[in-house]
């Protein structure tokens, strides 16, 4: 099999982003916001941002890089206001560069907007075209601007801001949960599919929306519920009211909020998630049993599912790998000595525990293959005398069009290669998948809740043809390496 896999990208599905939004009069709210953003943290850290209104005017302050990078006391203290909305994020379309930071800022004759947008849009590329032709000028390459133009031109043509959102729920494509910060009100926004999460949360008082319920947890905020699909929440002097912004359609949450994506303190569609992947692994045991001496995950985002397996098979669970959890993301360049430092910089076995050992990897997904062959590698050299890799979701065979880094189905491992070859590939003396159906089990919820299209390539918002690259495309490349 071929191994051109782009080894400087991660061996993971990458998430677009992280919002979190705050009505509260009176109260610190650029504090609360960074504390509720440090808590997304994870779900993007190439840059952050906020939005701050005083009921009169709007400022903005973002940057690159990471939460702790971006703001400190001194920027945080000049950020005064009554509601404020905040943004981390990793590119998905538009590339990482300071233009693509959020919160993006329009303005319109009667007023001004923010935008904070998770997910990715489908049909971006007409709509930034026919605004174009509008005269509408862009800074940046985000389709998170795009959805901020649109509002901010319906708003210009003499609608209100609720009309504007929802004319232009009507033009958009794909997923996307949103908070859209004017003067004086905080809107947020979820596609008709809730491809994406958010949540609604009550501070005393006051209203919170936010990616995940581990942020409401953070700044000691009560989780009311979801945003349901297709619906407008608006927060304003008067508290929050609903309304239908676009008929929702089938749900269709991304199944990776509950293998990989969402922290394990987040509860999703009624379940804990730290629940739901040690239910994984339990199910992956019963699946794919091995004859070992201990388990052990990936950390931290495999260990849940290593200790579900190891109570369900009854191999002792064991930490094989000590974490640096200060990397983070880095702006600095790799040099030739880093890459060859490789995944050490992340990971380090422990060999005592180590040596002599049969072990099984439990891990949350393979994408590339890139980090599991490392892995398999470095417990060798650390003395295991078998290693056998156990995944706790099925193979990624196909792109997510939906706001995960995993559009070029050409660096997917298991689009063009069966199992073994992906055995073969990592080096692993045997390699198991959970099957979409103890997957699904495991949720406790309906598989028809789901976004399965990375597993089974069905896709519930349609895809332009011109985005896809076919398996059989693919398949056709790759004969001609191997021809």
């Given at each position: 099999m071929s191994s051109d896999f782009d080894d400087n990208r991660p061996d993971k599905p990458e998430e677009a982003c992280g919002v979190f939004g705050i009505y509260a009069p009176g109260e610190d709210v650029s504090r609360l916001t960074y504390f509720g953003l440090h808590a997304l943290q994870h779900r993007g850290q190439e840059s952050a941002g906020m939005a701050i209104s005083d009921g009169q005017s709007i400022i903005i302050y973002k940057d690159m890089g990471l939460l702790t990078q971006v703001f400190d006391e001194r920027n945080l203290g000049t950020l005064q206001g009554d509601i404020a909305i905040g943004h981390v994020r990793y590119s998905t379309t538009g590339s990482s560069h300071w233009e693509n930071a959020q919160p993006v800022y329009k303005t319109f004759s009667g007023g001004s907007v923010a935008l904070a947008h998770n997910g990715n849009l489908v049909n971006m590329q007409g709509l930034r075209e026919d605004l174009q032709k509008q005269g509408i000028r862009f800074r940046s390459t985000s389709d998170s601007e795009v959805i901020a133009s649109l509002v901010a031109s319906k708003a210009d043509q003499g609608m209100t801001i609720e009309g504007a959102i929802r004319e232009t729920m009507g033009l958009i494509d794909g997923a996307y949960s949103v908070l859209i910060l004017t003067e004086e009100t905080l809107y947020a926004i979820r596609d008709p599919y809730g491809i994406r999460p958010m949540v609604i949360g009550r501070r005393g008082g006051h209203y919170i929306v936010a990616s995940e319920s581990c942020a409401l947890d953070i700044v000691g905020a009560e989780y009311l519920r979801d945003v349901k699909p297709g619906e407008i929440i608006i927060i304003d002097k008067d508290g929050m009211r609903s309304e239908v912004g676009a008929r929702p359609k089938k749900p269709s949450l991304c199944i990776f909020e509950f293998i990989y994506f969402a922290r394990p303190d987040t509860t999703l569609l009624g379940r804990l998630l730290y629940s739901a992947r040690e239910a994984m692994g339990k199910e992956l045991a019963k699946e794919a049993p091995c004859?070992?001496?201990?388990?052990?995950?990936?950390?931290?985002?495999?260990?849940?599912?290593?200790?579900?397996?190891?109570?369900?098979?009854?191999?002792?669970?064991?930490?094989?790998?000590?974490?640096?959890?200060?990397?983070?993301?880095?702006?600095?360049?790799?040099?030739?000595?880093?890459r060859q430092v490789g995944i050490r910089l992340k990971l380090n076995p422990l060999s005592e525990v180590i040596k002599g050992k049969r072990i099984v990897v439990v891990d949350d997904s393979i994408v590339r293959g890139n980090t599991s062959k490392k892995l398999v590698s470095m417990l060798r050299d650390a003395g295991a005398t078998e290693v056998h890799m156990r995944v706790s979701s099925p193979p990624v065979e196909w792109p997510c069009f939906y706001g995960i880094d995993t559009a070029d189905q050409g660096q997917l491992i298991a689009a063009i290669n069966d199992i073994e070859g992906i055995r073969e590939y990592i080096g692993a003396d045997s390699l198991s998948y959970l099957s979409l159906e103890g997957l699904v089990k495991a949720t406790e919820n309906a598989r028809e809740n789901f976004c399965l299209a990375c597993f089974d390539g069905i896709y519930p918002v349609d895809v332009p043809e011109d985005l896809k690259i076919t398996k059989l495309m693919l398949e056709e490349e790759q004969n001609k390496v191997d021809g």
């Amino acid at each position: 099999m071929s191994s051109d896999f782009d080894d400087n990208r991660p061996d993971k599905p990458e998430e677009a982003c992280g919002v979190f939004g705050i009505y509260a009069p009176g109260e610190d709210v650029s504090r609360l916001t960074y504390f509720g953003l440090h808590a997304l943290q994870h779900r993007g850290q190439e840059s952050a941002g906020m939005a701050i209104s005083d009921g009169q005017s709007i400022i903005i302050y973002k940057d690159m890089g990471l939460l702790t990078q971006v703001f400190d006391e001194r920027n945080l203290g000049t950020l005064q206001g009554d509601i404020a909305i905040g943004h981390v994020r990793y590119s998905t379309t538009g590339s990482s560069h300071w233009e693509n930071a959020q919160p993006v800022y329009k303005t319109f004759s009667g007023g001004s907007v923010a935008l904070a947008h998770n997910g990715n849009l489908v049909n971006m590329q007409g709509l930034r075209e026919d605004l174009q032709k509008q005269g509408i000028r862009f800074r940046s390459t985000s389709d998170s601007e795009v959805i901020a133009s649109l509002v901010a031109s319906k708003a210009d043509q003499g609608m209100t801001i609720e009309g504007a959102i929802r004319e232009t729920m009507g033009l958009i494509d794909g997923a996307y949960s949103v908070l859209i910060l004017t003067e004086e009100t905080l809107y947020a926004i979820r596609d008709p599919y809730g491809i994406r999460p958010m949540v609604i949360g009550r501070r005393g008082g006051h209203y919170i929306v936010a990616s995940e319920s581990c942020a409401l947890d953070i700044v000691g905020a009560e989780y009311l519920r979801d945003v349901k699909p297709g619906e407008i929440i608006i927060i304003d002097k008067d508290g929050m009211r609903s309304e239908v912004g676009a008929r929702p359609k089938k749900p269709s949450l991304c199944i990776f909020e509950f293998i990989y994506f969402a922290r394990p303190d987040t509860t999703l569609l009624g379940r804990l998630l730290y629940s739901a992947r040690e239910a994984m692994g339990k199910e992956l045991a019963k699946e794919a049993p091995c004859d070992a001496d201990l388990v052990t995950g990936v950390p931290d985002s495999g260990v849940p599912a290593a200790i579900g397996y190891s109570q369900e098979s009854g191999i002792p669970y064991r930490e094989a790998f000590v974490k640096n959890r200060y990397i983070g993301r880095t702006f600095i360049q790799p040099t030739q000595t880093i890459r060859q430092v490789g995944i050490r910089l992340k990971l380090n076995p422990l060999s005592e525990v180590i040596k002599g050992k049969r072990i099984v990897v439990v891990d949350d997904s393979i994408v590339r293959g890139n980090t599991s062959k490392k892995l398999v590698s470095m417990l060798r050299d650390a003395g295991a005398t078998e290693v056998h890799m156990r995944v706790s979701s099925p193979p990624v065979e196909w792109p997510c069009f939906y706001g995960i880094d995993t559009a070029d189905q050409g660096q997917l491992i298991a689009a063009i290669n069966d199992i073994e070859g992906i055995r073969e590939y990592i080096g692993a003396d045997s390699l198991s998948y959970l099957s979409l159906e103890g997957l699904v089990k495991a949720t406790e919820n309906a598989r028809e809740n789901f976004c399965l299209a990375c597993f089974d390539g069905i896709y519930p918002v349609d895809v332009p043809e011109d985005l896809k690259i076919t398996k059989l495309m693919l398949e056709e490349e790759q004969n001609k390496v191997d021809g």
